[in-house]
């Protein structure tokens, strides 16, 4: 390990592409084609999360887990990017993206694309289903049910469902109700027997009652709530022969707009947060047997368009399938794993702040303990001698011990203030309510700025030493989220610097106070200069190649998305600078273009944890890994969003002992993975590396397991 990976090895590894980089057709640098549509490459994205359900290599729930998390980001795609599309079409919007595609145009590829993904998530589901019941995990069908499970099903249907369904015969006084995002409806063609009557009839399903309904007895036995309602029409519409029935599911506009000069933006979020409810059609998803006549109704009565409309054949909803990872069976899931205490921290007796006075420390998460996040944290709150704590949040958890332990804080007379993001997208509601949890505290809450959200991650606190005060910073590329810290790769940095020290208290006096700071020692911030910064140290790489030293670049993000960036890195290839992007989801750059991008390479890992660190390195003339290498870890991913309408931070790795983590560790791990790693190739398409037996795998190798 520790090569850096060449080009032409690297395409070949991959099974080849569409084009290899010498015969793929030239792109004229100002072409709309050198860029790969950002909605059509977050479909390949989660096309690879899906790949990942069939992968043999994973435990059976995992693979269940992969097939869910696939379904449940199509629901949030659609919600929010495809709504957007929709809504710019509906204004009249014609104008082209970067890549020259319209808003229609765009609209006409994601529904196809989108379809083609959602049926290969039911080919999937068929599999599992079946290797699960060979596991003993099995979904009942309604014609294998025994006497016994009939009788079940009918206590449960009058104890758990009879007292909360509505069932609703359609007609001038009963109109059709309004069905709420993500609500998931019956809809039935009712014959009344008293005088022939026909009627629709709908069954709005309860969202509180699992979909997966656990079966008594020995075993580990599934029925599915519609399918426990389905049996129980008679007793929901006496008097009426139920002749078919269909499911659906309706998919709203979830996207929120706010005001700049709101009043109170808490007050509008919460408004805001009720019109979700109520947004505008997106998609209504339909099962395949639901006659024409119903289709057509639920869809006129909706208000949703033909292209609104996707028919599955399977189980609409698959994002409910994370209800049978069933606790019983860890021997169908990832083996569990205890991260480590870095070193430093145990060598300082666990006591953070003497750990950090000697020296920064870089953590490595999830393998390296999220705990210590927590106790820096912790020990602020009940160390006397602390007297102040700032710190963002931008997503947590319930319960968190985060936000116990600011309250902790204020409760002891400190000076705490917490900038809150509630525009958080899904965790909106959350944020608020602990917010004002924390208000109640004591706490200084702050809720930032109403046209940009705070996404840095920074923690501050104050520290009486002596007669002086010395501050003590925590910096990450993740959120401040306990459970989501098990599974998401990130990096925290921990540091006493006080030039960091100072940078980040003029960060938060900027977040608190719209004081605008002047230059800062280390710090590069979105709005203010993340994108100039990174532009920069991409031209000193072409100085570095034109003088005939070693121009070279790495980066790992999530996602890489703005114009002037990848405009940035083509400049850099042509100049002679090699480039190496591991790029988790949306990639807009083309790669391995002659004449533009044929130094380049992308690759994307998906695996068991989700990448999710963002880290630079360039080599600064020495190439990478080097020693004049600059390294740097941010919150931030490469897209508009983030530079222009984002509070993100990028932070400078300064300490011997954390650059050689990630020069050393992490970078070519990174690029040596063959295990859970695709190649992007020049005409936009992702092809697995294959992989022998004993093919390296980055997550066991931070794990520290054996390599098979």
Not at 194 to 215: K, N
Not at 423 to 429: G, H, P, W
Not at 585 to 594: D, E
Request: glycine share 8%.
């Amino acid at each position: 390990m520790g090569r850096q990976v060449d080009r032409a090895e690297a395409l070949g590894a991959a099974g080849g592409s569409a084009y290899a980089a010498d015969d793929a057709p030239r792109i004229d640098p100002r072409s709309p084609q050198r860029f790969i549509n950002r909605e059509l490459s977050w479909l390949a994205f989660n096309e690879r999360v899906l790949e990942e359900a069939g992968n043999p290599r994973h435990p059976l729930l995992e693979r269940v887990r992969f097939l869910s998390i696939s379904a449940s980001n199509l629901n949030e795609f659609f919600m929010v990017r495809v709504a957007g599309l929709k809504g710019q079409r509906r204004v009249g919007l014609e104008a082209p993206g970067d890549d020259g595609l319209t808003p229609a145009q765009q609209i006409e590829a994601v529904i196809e694309r989108a379809g083609a993904l959602m049926a290969n998530q039911q080919r999937h589901w068929h599999v599992l289903r079946d290797k699960l019941r060979e596991e003993g995990i099995v979904v009942a069908e309604l014609d294998e049910l025994a006497p016994d499970d009939r009788a079940w099903a009918g206590e449960f249907f009058n104890a758990q469902l009879f007292p909360v369904l509505t069932p609703i015969a359609i007609d001038p006084l009963h109109p059709f109700p309004f069905i709420p995002n993500l609500g998931y409806s019956m809809a039935l063609r009712l014959y009344r027997k008293s005088d022939g009557g026909i009627l629709t009839g709908l069954v709005p399903l309860p969202s509180h009652v699992p979909r997966f309904i656990r079966m008594p007895g020995n075993g580990c036995r599934f029925m599915l709530r519609e399918h426990i309602i389905h049996i129980h029409l008679g007793e929901l519409f006496p008097g009426f022969d139920v002749t078919s029935v269909g499911y659906f599911r309706v998919l709203r506009d979830s996207d929120i707009e706010i005001e700049e000069e709101a009043e109170d933006l808490v007050h509008m979020f919460s408004s805001a947060l009720q019109r979700r409810r109520h947004g505008s059609v997106i998609r209504v998803t339909i099962d395949a047997d639901m006659p024409g006549e119903l289709r057509n109704f639920v869809l006129q009565k909706l208000g949703g368009q033909p292209d609104d409309l996707l028919e599955i054949d399977g189980l609409i909803g698959l994002a409910d399938t994370r209800e049978l990872i069933v606790a019983e069976r860890p021997d169908l899931q990832f083996a569990p794993f205890e991260p480590r205490v870095p070193k430093p921290f145990r060598d300082a007796g666990n006591d953070v702040f003497a750990a950090v006075r000697q020296g920064d420390i870089l953590a490595h998460h999830p393998y390296e303990s999220f705990d210590i996040v927590v106790r820096f944290v912790q020990e602020a709150a009940r160390d006397p001698a602390v007297v102040a704590i700032k710190q963002t949040l931008y997503r947590t958890s319930d319960s968190s011990p985060v936000v116990a332990a600011l309250c902790e804080a204020a409760n002891a007379g400190k000076s705490v203030t917490a900038l809150v993001e509630i525009k958080a997208r899904f965790d909106e509601e959350r944020n608020m309510r602990w917010a004002q949890d924390m208000e109640r505290a004591g706490i200084h809450v702050i809720y930032g700025f109403a046209e940009f959200k705070t996404h840095a991650k920074v923690t501050l606190v104050v520290r009486r030493e002596n007669k002086d005060l010395r501050s003590y910073v925590h910096f990450g590329t993740g959120n401040y989220h306990p459970i989501t810290a098990r599974v998401y790769t990130d990096l925290s940095l921990f540091t006493c610097d006080p030039e960091f020290g100072r940078d980040a208290a003029h960060l938060f006096n900027y977040m608190t106070g719209y004081a605008s700071p002047e230059r800062l020692a280390k710090l590069a911030v979105s709005p203010l200069d993340m994108r100039r910064t990174l532009i920069e140290l991409l031209e000193e790489e072409v100085a570095h190649a034109r003088a005939g030293r070693k121009g070279a670049v790495w980066a790992k993000l999530n996602s890489l998305v703005d114009a002037e960036i990848i405009d940035a890195l083509y400049r850099a290839s042509r100049e002679g600078v090699e480039i190496d992007l591991v790029v988790r989801g949306i990639c807009c750059l083309r790669p391995g273009i002659p004449g533009l991008s044929e130094r380049i390479r992308v690759k994307s890992i998906v695996g068991r944890f989700l990448e999710h660190s963002r880290i630079i390195c360039v080599g600064a003339g020495g190439g990478l890994p080097s020693d004049s290498a600059k390294v740097f870890i941010s919150s931030a991913d490469w897209m508009p969003r983030n530079f222009d309408r984002r509070i993100e931070i990028l932070v400078p790795v300064e300490s011997p002992a954390a650059r050689a983590e990630v020069l050393e560790r992490i970078l070519p791990a990174n690029l040596d993975d063959v295990r859970q790693s695709w190649i992007l190739g020049p005409d936009g398409s992702y092809h697995r590396v294959p992989c022998p037996a004993d093919g390296f795998s980055a997550h066991e190798f931070f794990l520290g397991g054996r390599i098979p």
